[in-house]
Nanobody, 125 residues
Framework: QVQLVESGGGLVQAGGSLRLSCAAS????????MGWFRQAPGKEREFVAL????????SYTDSVKGRFTISRDNAKNTVYLQMNSLKPEDTAVYYC??????????????????WGQGTQVTVSS
């Protein structure tokens, strides 16, 4: 069984920064792609970023490129999302998730099988 626990969300002014963390249990963390998704009220869950098992490959949705950075520390079973230059439109619940397939690096949320409980990020204007 895999458990994912996010932390680091909060309220920040536009232009500010937050760093989200996702701590994973389980011995196979380091062999899976990990992703961050977000869901704003009344909207569908959307892809934010992903990182390959080694950390060598990352991918971002266009709206966060140049502002967000995903990283991971396999020794600590933790994945991070550094969010800079935050905008009000970044307001959402942010979820980390583990890819369902060791060899997959999908941006589709349906391709992820374990999810955290989510952490709220609110950016005020």
């Amino acid at each position: 069984q895999v458990q994912l626990v996010e932390s680091g969300g909060g309220l920040v002014q536009a232009g500010g920064s937050l760093r989200l963390s996702c701590a994973a249990s389980g011995r196979t963390f380091s062999t899976y792609t990990m992703g961050w998704f977000r869901q704003a009220p009344g909207k569908e869950r959307e892809f934010v970023a992903l990182i390959s098992w080694s950390g060598a490959s990352t991918s971002y949705t266009d709206s966060v490129k140049g502002r967000f950075t995903i990283s991971r520390d396999n020794a600590k079973n933790t994945v991070y999302l550094q969010m800079n230059s935050l905008k009000p439109e970044d307001t959402a619940v942010y979820y980390c998730a583990r890819s369902a397939n060791v060899y997959s690096a999908s941006t589709r949320w349906s391709q992820y099988d374990y999810w955290g409980q989510g952490t709220q990020v609110t950016v005020s204007s």
